[in-house]
């Protein structure tokens, strides 16, 4: 007898989303849609609901509430409004496990809540454990909960320490290197936004693209990989792998170093996180060519070129809120970069400036970490306005 999970997906019309609904429009005996969540995306998600005939559909923008609610008259899908509705269906017995895929900050509070509730947490929202990760952790052990990790990297990580009872000397995220491992800092001045929206090779949404050509985000997996793993800073290590084939590696104290591989697809993670405990077949998967073993290239990153991979370091190592305004800051830089009202070079120079101006908190409250995220963004915005 297969038992079907009934998946809630917070931001079902971003990149994670979609391609977890192509997951299960494939494997409709083993998942179905039961929530799906929008900020403002309403034709997609129209037409997302009216595919998979969720439960309940929640927007966080009124006029999009408005839209959706008026195009699913007549069905059986409730349409639900506010970031307070999305922790109320996240109580619903008629979801067995939340999928995060939301962007940013906003991602705490929902995973918080979906712990609380004791659904299973599919996390492709790093934010939350980079901002909270003491509290997401502390959640997880109280309620005895699963945390799934959605990121291709730690989802390798994840899948290298299945049945291993040796003792870790170190982990190894593989990164890409982005559109600009290869331009030196001249060229570093010039780069323009379409630039950097031409990731390599993989398919992501605009944030998390220009994070990844900063390296921001290999920073923000480091800090994601010491909540997850319970690994020192120290033995994470980061490395550059143009090819993206090797999504992670964990070296134990034998010498001896596992690899996860497949080709760049982030259907692939998300399946695995859906499926856990079991591997499903995945026919529509691209297959690793044997060759490709001949051209895998490893580069230590050049942190002259991407200081931000080093203040993602230094912020885990602080500890407290830093992590939360470090975060906070970047979505800052980021969003005022993709608006071209921003260097790309100045983007770690403002989030540099900003975290020096934040109050440290040893131990935040979820309270606190939203003070500390609205305190550095209003800094931000400001050294923004003045520059």
Same mark, same amino acid.
């Given at each position: 007898?297969?038992?079907?999970?009934?998946?809630?997906?917070?931001?079902?019309? &971003?990149?994670?989303?979609?391609?977890? *609904?192509?997951?299960?429009?494939?494997?409709?005996?083993?998942?179905?849609?039961?929530?799906?969540?929008?900020?403002?995306?309403?034709?997609?998600?129209?037409?997302?609901?009216?595919?998979?005939?969720?439960?309940?559909?929640?927007?966080?923008?009124?006029?999009?509430?408005?839209?959706?609610?008026?195009?699913?008259?007549?069905?059986?899908?409730?349409?639900?409004?506010? $970031?307070?509705?999305?922790?109320?269906?996240?109580?619903?017995?008629?979801?067995?496990?939340?999928?995060?895929? !939301?962007?940013?900050?906003?991602? *705490?509070?929902?995973?918080?809540?979906?712990?609380?509730?004791?659904?299973? !947490?599919?996390?492709?929202?790093?934010?939350?454990?980079?901002?909270? &990760?003491?509290?997401?952790?502390?959640?997880?052990?109280?309620?005895?909960?699963?945390? *799934?990790?959605?990121?291709?990297?730690?989802?390798?990580?994840?899948?290298?320490?299945?049945?291993?009872?040796?003792?870790?000397?170190?982990?190894?995220?593989?990164?890409? &290197?982005?559109?600009?491992?290869?331009?030196?800092?001249?060229?570093?001045?010039?780069?323009?936004?379409?630039?950097?929206?031409?990731?390599?090779?993989?398919?992501?949404?605009?944030?998390? =693209?220009?994070?990844?050509?900063?390296?921001?985000? $290999?920073?923000?997996?480091?800090?994601?990989?010491?909540?997850?793993?319970?690994?020192?800073?120290?033995?994470?290590?980061?490395?550059?792998?143009?090819?993206?084939?090797?999504?992670?590696?964990?070296?134990?104290?034998?010498?001896?170093?596992?690899?996860?591989?497949?080709?760049?697809? %982030?259907?692939?993670?998300? !399946?695995?996180?859906?499926?856990?405990?079991?591997?499903?077949?995945?026919?529509?998967?691209?297959?690793?060519?044997?060759?490709?073993?001949?051209?895998?290239?490893?580069?230590?990153?050049?942190?002259?070129?991407?200081?931000?991979?080093? %203040?993602?370091?230094?912020?885990?190592?602080?500890?407290?809120?830093?992590?939360?305004? !470090?975060?906070?800051?970047?979505?800052?830089?980021?969003?005022?970069?993709?608006?071209?009202? *921003?260097?790309?070079?100045?983007?770690?120079?403002?989030?540099?400036?900003?975290?020096?101006?934040?109050?440290?908190?040893?131990?935040? =409250?979820? =309270?606190?970490?939203?003070?500390?995220?609205?305190?550095?963004?209003?800094?931000?915005?400001?050294?923004?306005?003045?520059?």
């Amino acid at each position: 007898m297969i038992f079907q999970k009934r998946v809630a997906i917070l931001g079902s019309t &971003g990149s994670i989303g979609i391609q977890a *609904l192509d997951i299960i429009r494939r494997h409709p005996s083993y998942f179905s849609a039961q929530v799906l969540t929008a900020r403002k995306s309403y034709d997609l998600l129209i037409r997302q609901a009216l595919e998979f005939k969720p439960e309940a559909v929640v927007l966080t923008n009124k006029d999009a509430w408005n839209k959706v609610r008026e195009a699913l008259k007549g069905t059986e899908t409730k349409v639900l409004y506010g $970031k307070d509705s999305i922790e109320h269906v996240l109580s619903w017995d008629t979801v067995d496990l939340v999928l995060n895929a !939301l962007v940013g900050f906003a991602g *705490l509070g929902p995973s918080l809540e979906a712990l609380k509730n004791k659904k299973t !947490l599919a996390l492709a929202n790093k934010e939350s454990l980079v901002a909270g &990760g003491h509290l997401v952790m502390a959640e997880a052990s109280l309620t005895g909960t699963s945390i *799934l990790p959605v990121d291709s990297e730690h989802s390798a990580i994840f899948q290298c320490l299945l049945g291993e009872q040796a003792v870790v000397e170190k982990m190894i995220l593989t990164a890409s &290197g982005g559109p600009f491992f290869t331009l030196s800092p001249e060229e570093l001045e010039t780069v323009t936004k379409a630039q950097a929206l031409a990731h390599p090779t993989w398919n992501m949404g605009a944030k998390v =693209t220009i994070d990844s050509a900063t390296l921001m985000n $290999k920073g923000m997996e480091v800090i994601e990989a010491f909540w997850l793993f319970g690994q020192p800073a120290e033995q994470i290590e980061v490395m550059i792998h143009p090819q993206s084939l090797i999504h992670s590696m964990v070296q134990f104290s034998d010498g001896v170093i596992k690899a996860q591989m497949g080709c760049p697809d %982030m259907r692939l993670p998300i !399946l695995f996180a859906l499926s856990y405990p079991r591997r499903m077949d995945f026919a529509q998967a691209p297959r690793m060519d044997i060759s490709h073993f001949r051209s895998m290239e490893f580069f230590h990153p050049p942190l002259d070129k991407f200081p931000c991979l080093t %203040m993602a370091y230094e912020a885990l190592r602080k500890g407290g809120n830093i992590p939360c305004a !470090l975060n906070a800051v970047n979505e800052i830089a980021v969003e005022a970069f993709l608006e071209e009202k *921003l260097r790309f070079i100045a983007i770690p120079k403002l989030i540099s400036q900003t975290l020096g101006k934040i109050t440290f908190m040893d131990n935040p =409250t979820f =309270t606190q970490l939203k003070d500390t995220h609205n305190e550095a963004q209003r800094v931000a915005q400001h050294l923004l306005l003045s520059s």
